[in-house]
């Protein structure tokens, strides 16, 4: 066992007890009257509403930060309409939709004129409509 694995399972445990007795803190707070806690030597606490607003206002954080993060994602990808889309320069170009029976191919894009052929095939019908 390394000591950096040590050293992590240790914080990690400090961080469990630290987040149990935090809550464990916090529950007494919520709960308990300002009698109690007056009684037992506890004279400043803040106003009850913080345990509410505090969670409220850290889901709303959370909710708002998956937000951002899917939108500069979206900001950041190229437009449908770019041709980076469907084609990337650096990788070889094939017409052939299937190898032979048992090949594994290289990895190669797919030229779109043979993914719409077979995606699409000519009828007689639309052959007619052009």
Known sequence: MGADRLTTEV????SFLAS???F???LLW??????WLEAWGITYFPDRWWAVAVPIYVVALVVFGIYV???L???????LDSVIMYRDSSTPLTHDLFSDLG????????????????LFPRTEDSSERS
């Open 11 to 14: 914080y990690s445990f400090a």
């Open 20 to 22: 149990h007795l935090a």
């Open 103 to 118: 090949d594994i191919p290289d990895i190669q894009d797919i030229a779109i004129t043979t993914v719409n052929e077979h």
């Open 69 to 71: 993060y899917n939108a």
């Open 30 to 35: 919520v709960l308990v009257p300002d009698g």
């Open 73 to 79: 994602n979206m900001m950041a990808t190229c437009p």
């Open 24 to 26: 464990a803190v916090w």
